[in-house]
């Protein structure tokens, strides 16, 4: 059973940081790569970033290269996002979420039965 849980969410003024973090169990985290997604209110889900099993592999979406770095510890389970320089527009819940073998594009975004419950990210003045 695949379990994911993010941590690491909160309210930030524009221009600050957050550190997201997602812990998995219930698979063999290092052999998959992950992502992660967000979903803004009244929007659909929105590729972020992507890592690969080894973590030597990373793409970002447009809107968030240059600001997030994404991460993985395979020896923890974990997955990190480190977020920099926030703006309003990143508000939203943000998933992390298992790559598995629906998913053909590098920016694919797999079922929801592979992604955690979420964490909330509010940008905000």
């Known amino acids: 059973q695949v379990q994911l849980v993010e941590s690491g969410g909160g309210m930030v003024q524009p221009g600050g940081s957050l550190r997201l973090s997602c812990t998995a169990s219930g698979f063999t985290f290092s052999t998959y790569d992950m992502i992660w997604v967000r979903q803004a209110p009244g929007k659909g889900p929105e590729w972020v970033s992507r890592i690969t099993t080894g973590g030597e592999g990373q793409g970002y979406a447009d809107s968030v290269a240059g600001r997030f770095i994404i991460s993985r510890d395979n020896a923890k389970n974990t997955l990190y996002l480190e977020m920099n320089n926030l703006k309003p527009e990143d508000t939203a819940l943000y998933y992390c979420?298992?790559?598995?073998?629906?998913?053909?594009?590098?920016?694919?975004?797999?079922?929801?039965?592979?992604w955690g419950q979420g964490t909330q990210v509010t940008v905000s003045s």
């Open positions: 979420a298992r790559v598995d073998l629906s998913v053909r594009a590098w920016q694919g975004i797999p079922s929801r039965d592979n």
